[in-house]
Structure formats: structure tokens, C-alpha cells
């Protein structure tokens, strides 16, 4: 594999050195390919298309060089302050800072390009040495674009994450730092303005209206994820363990309706039950006073305490399909010469799951449960569509963030309602420093790090 | 004794057997209760919730809500915006992710590690963080309110998480059979093409289906995106017709009922393979 790969990639071996001689300077090589993009490849190494091609990305960049200086200039002044202009003419510090952040994207891959260019010259010219120049058939222009295959096949993948999420993702960890928020300082009619740590001083504890709401969303986020999680695996795993038992004819109609809630759109399912709970004119508090249950309405999305608890069951109804599925995969992967020889020594059904099935379908389902624990911390829909982040508590007028508000959709309401950009930005990295950690245990358990592979 | 035994376990089993029923029906009802009055609500006269019957389908019967829907809504468009956006972004995922795994899966080259790390830790990232400055660059390309924009946007957001994993079931497809095709003089591109793609075809599918079914649920982008009312989608359309201000709950249980229930459908039919490839997702890495 090694060889053939370094044969395909390199040139290959087509005529026996000349003994022992050196064909190229490997140290001539290394300082023309340092000195400019692609100047070895086509002068000593006679690798002419490969090399034409880092020049020209050379040349782009010293022709655009003044541009890029401009704009990483602008990244750090974001604009000074021109009130007497007319608003379409002030510097707009928005796009300052997502200028000069694509411009540094453009200028690292430039960097990465430049030592990709000098690697693979001090490369050709290893294998030149050992195997001589390669024949005319391996410099034509297919056989180079084929060994250029692992650039185009990647290029269009790198510049739609480079931009798409990489520039935004830099951008909205910048705008932390910065006072970009509603009414004093949004472009074009004003500029942005560097203001250091301020904000997270400000959040954790400064301020203390601000303060405590952070941490009662904080601390909400973690108990929701927590209670959604264990409820849906739980009832999920109960669900395939009831349909599994029964040896009812009818079964199967029992599993169809029980997927139902996963088929269906979050977005559907969730506006349905938030009018149907509706406190006053909801269908569900209708129904329980026809049946003589209630007389008063219950406000299930109206009471603080009220609404996380119907939250959380509806998740439960919206969320136990998809563990159901899981858990009865799961348990059709454990061999029945198992389960048959428990029940031959004269096990119990529930000691055959508590202490055969119950250990292998968790030992088997633990990764997707953490992941479900991270997704539910930024779990949008559950709250949006559901309860809008409502009922408002006390600070709420100022701060935005509902009783039932996790972090993901307090950072909506501050971006899209209140202009707090500065604000949600903080947050926005208080989430990556919790999720962080369940990412990295994913790809600690991915099979390429597990053989070493990276 | 035995006699005694046998009895008891019958009368146990039968005991058994009424609690699973107990317990199966009762989640069944609590499953169906909603979907049943949403279903009811798009065939019952009137408009708002508070009107709707307390028990289901007893005021009455009309078609009037789908045919408001299609005449007087944008329903039509806003289904064939979806479904152009869902079509586009799947078939872009597909062919970068399976390209992009292949070359991760198979050749070797200066930063493939980094790249393949900084897909990861982009994984973590919760997307719409960086939604003002994805406003401002499709702003900047002129992508704002068309449906590309949102495309790229999706298409961006998909992949770090696809090619990785396209790129580890490929890594269990034995590399003897590109490379065989590859000594016999094919290019990788046909390589890709005619092997790996055919090869990967399980996952792809897995990838496909969650893909097209992505943007149907999706609300934040195209809210941000999309702008002019020609240019909605199905979630913000839905949406719409039950906000604060207008409840008009029987034309959004009608349009829920046409999304839903291909999706339904679906998900009934592939139940098996659903089961397989959620419990194949456990338990590889």
C-alpha cells in the first residue's frame, strides 16, 4: 500500500539512478522553493505544470498584497468613529471584522500552500535522486491533475467550511471582545470598538442582573439536557423492552404507532402540543374539564416551574421513538444462546434483563447517550417552538432570557431581538467550553484515533 | 405441586400479559391523542384552537382548509422551496462528503491530520452561532434571500460531520479494490466514481435520507435567510400561520398533515433499517 501510494504520488520509478549520483542539490532545491512558490519545480526539478501553478498562487497573492495589509488593518482599527458623514459613507466596522477575518483565512491557506509547495519540492527532489527523473508519460497534464486529485476532490469541501463556517465561527468568537451591540454601537450608523474582557466581566458577575440570569440559564441548560436524556432513554428503552416481551399478535401495530412522534417534523409536533396546551383555550385543558378532572386551567406553558416540567415530558414524547429503536437494535445484536442458557438455569425474565441485556445495551448504547446529552444542551426547537423561552421572570425585560430559555435560545432572542451581539458572543463560547468535552470523547472513541492513525 | 405451579405461572403469564397491554395502550393513547385532534382540526370548520371540538371530528366535516391552502396561501411554493433546497442539499453532501472521504480514506498528503481534527472540533460548534456573519458573506455575494445561499449554508454545515463519517466506513472497505482498479490504469476519479461510491452506497443512503429530511424541520436558517415571501419554506410558512397574534390552528394542522405525511411513511415502511442502522451507529465508532 505505503509503496504504491509513494509511487503514485511522487513519480515513479522508471530508469535506475546513475550510481550513487546526485542528480539535483537537495539544498538548491530547498532555497528556490523557499525563495518562491513553485521556482524549483520548474527549474531544476522539470516539473513544469505543478510548478507554473504555485507561482501563479504566488503571484495572486503579492499582486493582492496591498489589499490584504488594508484589510487586516481595518480588522484591528474596526473604523474610526466619522458622525459628520452621511450613514452610507461610515466605515462599517461589521464588515471590517469579517473582511479582515477572511482575509487571515486567505493569508493561512496561502501560508499552508507555500509550505506545501516547499515540502513537496525537497520531496521530487529525494526521489529524483534515488529513482532519476520520471518519464515524459508522468509530466503530462492528466497524470498531474490526477496526482492532484486529493486537492480538487477537497477544494470544494475546504472553501465552503473555510467560509461558511470557519469565518463565522472566528468572527462570533471576535465579537465577544467587542461592544458591537443595539443602540450604541451597530454599522453602519456607528462603529465597533475593542473593549477586551469587559463583557465576560460584566456576565459573570459584574453585573448582577445580568449575572444571575447567566447562571439560572446556565444551570437550566445542564438540568434539561440531563432530565431530556435520562427520560427519553429510559422510556425508550422501556418501550423496546415491553414490545420485545409481548407476544401479542398485534405487536408490530403497537411499534408503528410508536414511531410515529419521531416521524413526524419537530417543528410540527411541537407548535401541535404548544396549542393544545394552551392555558386557557388549549384543547388539553378543555378536555380534562370536560371529563370532570378540573375545573380550574392548568397554565402547563404559563408557570415557571410548571413550564420546565412540560417541557421535559413533551421532549419525552417527542424523544423515547428514537431510543426505542436503539435499545431494539441493541437487543437483537445480543446472541439468544445467551438468553436461552439464563433461562435454562432457571432466570427470570427480569433477572435475564437485568443482568444479561440491561449491561449490554448500555455498555453498547453509552456514546449515542452522550451525544443526545450534548445535543440537548443546544436542543433549539424544545424551547422555540414550544414555550418561546416563556413564561418572562423578573429580569427578563432586561436580560430576555424566559423561565424555560437554555442557552442556545437566549443567544437567538439576544441576537435577533435585542441587537446584544456582544452578549450572545459570550455566551456562544460558554457553550464550546461545555460541549467541547463530548467532542472530544467522540473522536477519542473514533477507529482512527483507536489505531493511531492520527 | 406441579399441578399448583403450572396454574400459578399461567395466572402469572396472564397477569403479565394484561399489565404489557395496560402499558401499551396507554402510550399508544398518549402517542395518538395529539395527532388524532391535529387530523380532526384540519377537517373540522373553523379556525382558531379554542373553536376545536374537545372530542375529535364531531363538529362537522370540510375540505375548506387545504383548499385555502392552496389558493390562498403560498403553500405550493413554499413546499417546492423546500424540496428544491432539500434535493440540492443532499446531492451536494453526498458528492462532497463521499469525494472528500475517499481522499481522506486513501491518499496522504501534507495537513490531513489537521484537517481532519479541525472537521471534528468544528463538529461542536452549534451552527447558528455564526449566524450574523453568515448574513453579512451571503450579503456579500449577493446569496441573500435565494435559496443557493441557504444551500451553501446547509451544505457547509453538513460536512464535517458526513465525510468523517463516510471517511470511517470507507476505511473498512478493503483497499485491494481500488487498488486492483488502480494498477489496471483507472484514474481516481473514475476510481471514486465506479467503485467507491457503488461500495459506500449503505451509508450514503443513511446520509441521504437524513440530509433530505434536515431542511423540512429547519427554522433558524431559512428565517435568516429567506426573506421575501416567494422565497419561504415549509417550517417558516407553518409557522406563520400560528404566532401570537394569528391562530389559525386548522390551516396550520391541514399544511402539517402534507409534510407529514410522506414522512410518516417513510419511517414506517424502513422501521427494519432504521433499527439496523441506528444500533450500527452504536456500536461503531
Request: aromatic letters at 12%; charged letters at 10%.
Amino acid at each position: 500500500m505505503s509503496t504504491l501510494v509513494a509511487a503514485r504520488l511522487g513519480g515513479s520509478a522508471v530508469s535506475p539512478p546513475p550510481a550513487r549520483e546526485q542528480l539535483v542539490d537537495p539544498r538548491r532545491v530547498r532555497t528556490l522553493s523557499l525563495l518562491f512558490m513553485g521556482l524549483a519545480h520548474v527549474t531544476v526539478l522539470r516539473e513544469r505544470v505543478k510548478g507554473i501553478a504555485f507561482m501563479l498562487v504566488e503571484l495572486v497573492f503579492l499582486v493582492t498584497l496591498p489589499t490584504t495589509v488594508r484589510l487586516i488593518g481595518g480588522l484591528v482599527t474596526l473604523g474610526e468613529a466619522q458622525p459628520h458623514l452621511p450613514i452610507r459613507e461610515r466605515p462599517n466596522s461589521l464588515f471590517m471584522m469579517i473582511d479582515g477575518v477572511m482575509v487571515l483565512t486567505v493569508v493561512a491557506i496561502f501560508a499552508a500552500a507555500y509550505a506545501i509547495s516547499v515540502k513537496s519540492a525537497s520531496k521530487a527532489a529525494r526521489e529524483i535522486n534515488t529513482r532519476g527523473f520520471p518519464s515524459e508519460k508522468h509530466k503530462r497534464f492528466s497524470a498531474v491533475a490526477d496526482r492532484a486529485f486529493p486537492i480538487i476532490g477537497l477544494t470544494p469541501t475546504f472553501i465552503l467550511i473555510a467560509f461558511f463556517v470557519v469565518v463565522p465561527l472566528v468572527f462570533s468568537a471576535l465579537v465577544a471582545f467587542t461592544n458591537y451591540a443595539a443602540p450604541a454601537n451597530i454599522p453602519p450608523a456607528n462603529t465597533v470598538d475593542w473593549v477586551g474582557f469587559d463583557n465576560f466581566v460584566r456576565l459573570f458577575g459584574g453585573d448582577n442582573l445580568w449575572g444571575g440570569a447567566v447562571a439560572r440559564v446556565f444551570v437550566w441548560t445542564l438540568v434539561w439536557a440531563f432530565l431530556a436524556t435520562a427520560t427519553t432513554y429510559v422510556g425508550g428503552m422501556l418501550m423496546a423492552v415491553v414490545l420485545k416481551n409481548s407476544k401479542l399478535r398485534i405487536t408490530p401495530l403497537f411499534r408503528a404507532i410508536f414511531i410515529l412522534p419521531y416521524a413526524i417534523p419537530g417543528v410540527v409536533s411541537l407548535l401541535v402540543w404548544r396549542n393544545m396546551l394552551n392555558g386557557a383555550f388549549g384543547t388539553f385543558n378543555r378536555t380534562l374539564a370536560a371529563l370532570g378532572i378540573t375545573d380550574a386551567a392548568i397554565p402547563w406553558l404559563t408557570d415557571p416551574n410548571l413550564a420546565r416540567f412540560t417541557m421535559v415530558m413533551i421532549n419525552l414524547w417527542v424523544g423515547f421513538p428514537y431510543f426505542m429503536l436503539l435499545v431494539t437494535g441493541t437487543m437483537t445484536s445480543i446472541p439468544a444462546e445467551t438468553i436461552e442458557a439464563a433461562k435454562v438455569d432457571g432466570a427470570s425474565d427480569w433477572q435475564v434483563f437485568r443482568r444479561i441485556q440491561l449491561p449490554q445495551i448500555v455498555f453498547q448504547t453509552m456514546p449515542l447517550v452522550i451525544m443526545s446529552f450534548a445535543h440537548n444542551i443546544n436542543n433549539f426547537g424544545a424551547v422555540f417552538f414550544l414555550t418561546g423561552g416563556g413564561p418572562n421572570l423578573p429580569d427578563t425585560t432586561t436580560t430576555s432570557a424566559g423561565a424555560t430559555d437554555l442557552m442556545v435560545s437566549w443567544i437567538f432572542n439576544l441576537t435577533v431581538n435585542l441587537q446584544q451581539y456582544h452578549n450572545a458572543s459570550v455566551l456562544a463560547i460558554m457553550i464550546f467550553l461545555v460541549i467541547a468535552p463530548f467532542a472530544i470523547y467522540n473522536f477519542r472513541r473514533t477507529k482512527s484515533f483507536k489505531e493511531g492513525e492520527l | 405441586m406441579a399441578g399448583i405451579d403450572v396454574a400459578k405461572s399461567r395466572r402469572n403469564q396472564r397477569i403479565n400479559t394484561a399489565v404489557i397491554v395496560v402499558i401499551l395502550c396507554s402510550v399508544s393513547i398518549a402517542v395518538l391523542w395529539p395527532i388524532v385532534h391535529v387530523i380532526a382540526a384540519a377537517f373540522t370548520p373553523g379556525r382558531s384552537i379554542a373553536s376545536m371540538p374537545v372530542v375529535p371530528f364531531s363538529q362537522g366535516f370540510t375540505l375548506d382548509h387545504f383548499h385555502h391552502l392552496f389558493t390562498s396561501t403560498n403553500y405550493l411554493v413554499w413546499f417546492r422551496n423546500t424540496f428544491v433546497i432539500a434535493t440540492a442539499t443532499t446531492a451536494g453532501t453526498l458528492v462532497l462528503a463521499s469525494l472528500g472521504a475517499y481522499v481522506f480514506s486513501r491518499f496522504t498528503f501534507t495537513f490531513k491530520k489537521s484537517f481532519m481534527m479541525s472537521m471534528l472540533v468544528l463538529n461542536v460548534f452549534p451552527s447558528f452561532v455564526g449566524m450574523v456573519a453568515i448574513f453579512v458573506i451571503l450579503l456579500r455575494i449577493g446569496g441573500l434571500d435565494t435559496l443557493w445561499g441557504l444551500v451553501l449554508v446547509y451544505l457547509a454545515g453538513n460536512l464535517p460531520f458526513t465525510t468523517w463519517m463516510v471517511k470511517s466506513y470507507m476505511d473498512n472497505v478493503p483497499r485491494e479494490l481500488d487498488e486492483a482498479a488502480r494498477i489496471d490504469g483507472a484514474t481516481s476519479f473514475r476510481i471514486w466514481a465506479r467503485i467507491v461510491v457503488p461500495v459506500c452506497k449503505p451509508i450514503l443512503v443513511f446520509l441521504g435520507v437524513t440530509s433530505f429530511v434536515m431542511p423540512w424541520m429547519d427554522f433558524i436558517f431559512p428565517r435568516m435567510v429567506l426573506r421575501s415571501p416567494q422565497n419561504q419554506t415549509i417550517a417558516l410558512g407553518l409557522f406563520s400561520f400560528v404566532t401570537d397574534r394569528n391562530n389559525f390552528f386548522t390551516y396550520f394542522a391541514a399544511g402539517s398533515i402534507l409534510v407529514a405525511i410522506p414522512f410518516i411513511m417513510f419511517f414506517v415502511l424502513t422501521q427494519k433499517m432504521l433499527v439496523s442502522s441506528l444500533a450500527g451507529a452504536a456500536v461503531k465508532g
